[in-house]
């Protein structure tokens, strides 16, 4: 069957209801109306919370109506592994992640899986990650770390508590510019975001918005919010280009990520990446590659300075690594194995891709209970598949970075930790992302003591990613790294070294 352009399923398909023979079987929302549907005491600007609000009420799996459209949630951990088979199911490309197709087009994370530039940049760019590739980032990583502690300094020393996101997004922004793309935003010079991180702050939020209201009435109920759209598109695209022209005139870069896109052809096919897709994959870097990074931090900074028995036993592993040791080498982090678990731990409870999307390549029944036709999908709800209670226990809702032992690792089932996604399109920068942040963990708490607002409660923010809203803390700096009084073992869980996910990814 010939599939569109616009959501890469059959022709004539058009609905969730259409591939789910027995929809009828799976629970949704009561007081469902019969046009709007299950809009009633919705909250759209927490969409990714209002459906963990239905999980718990409705069980493993569910479906949701909006004008129209249904669509089916799932988050059992038993339905999540069936749906993993590669063979049956694909990366559905829908939702917001569609809606971002205007800014971001064929590039990794947004291509429609028929569409032949995803595969030829995978190959082109996959060498980008390599070990030896990531070494080559680890200075450039230090010396970013290194602004944003001496920003942090100059906040403790003027008596001012740090703002957390607005900081890791800084971070982690300046790592992935430079280290891909050469390029210095000036982010810690400046008292207000980039206008960059801006612009696609309006796209993510933009994205998320165009979900919640009837596509037929969108023209006019986003008239002004899809203008500022085009302006930001426009903004992105402006600036990328710069970086590109730059890159050009210069004569080429140390091989990173920039220079793959514009020199390497593909080992097999010969073929290059066009002038177009270069933008769109630098613009899926750019904005992919620093946005579930600042989030991931901000949570694992938040969770630290609410357990500070964590935060000892972390801090403690540090002193006992690192040392004295003014900047620690490469295989100094992978040894970082308690932090790592921090990490993994803050992911679980706040994934901050909060979901992924699967597609029926053929006719099938989906773990012997649900038939699909191809093209059905369905969305992982990965907040709720991290709390499954039959995987992680009556608990699931306690933080608790044991969970992540290796011990528990090895006993758990596969495919319950998925803050990468899964599979061939799981995220082809997820071991720089780790990389980074256990780095920048072990930096900061080899520096500060963190001190939590006794008056803040977490509250999640929604713009397709997720981050701690209004987080900040106050910190203390550290004298000097003490004897460590708690001893980490090496235990052998290689967590740090390697990814125990098997993919919101490409």
Not at 64 to 86: I, Q, T, Y
Not at 158 to 168: E, L, N, S, T
Not at 294 to 304: D, N, V
Not at 349 to 357: C, I, K
Request: glycine residues 10%; hydrophobic residues 40%; contains cysteine.
């Amino acid at each position: 069957m010939a599939e569109t352009r616009q959501t890469g399923l059959p022709k004539g398909f058009r609905g969730a209801e259409q591939g789910w023979p027995e929809l009828h079987r799976i629970p949704h929302p009561p007081r469902r109306l019969p046009l709007a549907g299950d809009v009633l005491g919705v909250d759209r600007r927490r969409p990714v919370q209002d459906s963990m609000r239905f999980g718990r009420e409705l069980g493993p799996i569910f479906r949701r109506r909006a004008f129209g459209n249904e669509f089916v949630f799932l988050w059992g951990s038993r339905l999540v592994a069936d749906l993993a088979d590669e063979s049956r199911f694909a990366k559905h490309v829908g939702l917001g992640i569609a809606n971002l197709r205007p800014v971001a087009g064929d590039g990794l994370f947004t291509a429609y899986n028929h569409e032949p530039n995803w595969q030829l940049a995978h190959d082109v760019l996959a060498p980008g990650f390599s070990r030896e590739a990531m070494e080559g980032y680890h200075g450039m990583m230090l010396g970013v770390a290194a602004r944003l502690t001496g920003h942090w300094d100059r906040e403790l020393a003027a008596g001012r508590a740090v703002d957390v996101p607005g900081d890791m997004t800084k971070l982690t922004l300046e790592t992935i510019s430079r280290t891909g793309f050469g390029h210095d935003f000036g982010s810690f010079e400046r008292d207000r975001p980039h206008p960059f991180v801006t612009a696609m702050v309006g796209t993510l939020t933009y994205a998320q918005r165009l979900n919640s209201v009837p596509v037929p009435l969108a023209p006019l109920l986003l008239r002004g919010a899809a203008r500022r759209n085009a302006a930001d598109i426009a903004f992105l695209d402006r600036t990328v280009d710069g970086v590109v022209a730059a890159r050009r005139r210069s004569g080429g870069g140390d091989g990173d990520l920039l220079d793959r896109m514009l020199d390497t052809a593909h080992p097999e096919t010969g073929e290059r990446l066009s002038a177009e897709n270069v933008r769109k994959q630098v613009i899926t870097f750019l904005v992919a590659g620093h946005e579930t990074t600042s989030g991931a931090l901000s949570f694992a900074l938040y969770y630290l300075a609410r357990h500070p028995e964590v935060a000892a036993k972390a801090r403690a592993e540090v002193d006992r690594v690192w040392g004295d040791t003014a900047e620690p080498g490469y295989d100094q982090v992978a040894r970082l194995r308690y932090v790592r678990r921090v990490l993994d731990e803050s992911l679980r409870l706040w994934p901050t891709a909060p979901g992924y999307a699967r597609e029926a390549r053929e006719d099938t029944v989906l773990a012997g209970e649900h038939p699909m036709r191809r093209g059905a999908w369905a969305l992982v709800l990965l907040p709720m598949l991290h709390r499954d209670p039959e995987v992680w226990g009556e608990d699931a809702e306690r933080f608790d970075p044991d969970r992540f032992d290796a011990g528990a690792v090895r006993a758990r089932p596969p495919h319950t930790f998925k803050p990468f996604g899964t599979g061939a399109r799981a995220c082809i920068g997820r071991q720089f992302a780790l990389h980074e942040a256990t780095l920048v963990l072990g930096l900061l708490l080899r520096r500060y003591e963190l001190r939590p607002d006794p008056d803040y409660r977490l509250r999640v923010t929604e713009r397709l990613t997720l981050m701690p809203e209004g987080l900040r803390l106050r910190l203390e700096r550290r004298t000097a790294p003490a004897p460590a009084p708690v001893t980490v073992p090496d235990d052998g869980s290689g967590s740090a070294g390697r990814c125990p996910v098997h993919g919101a990814g490409e």
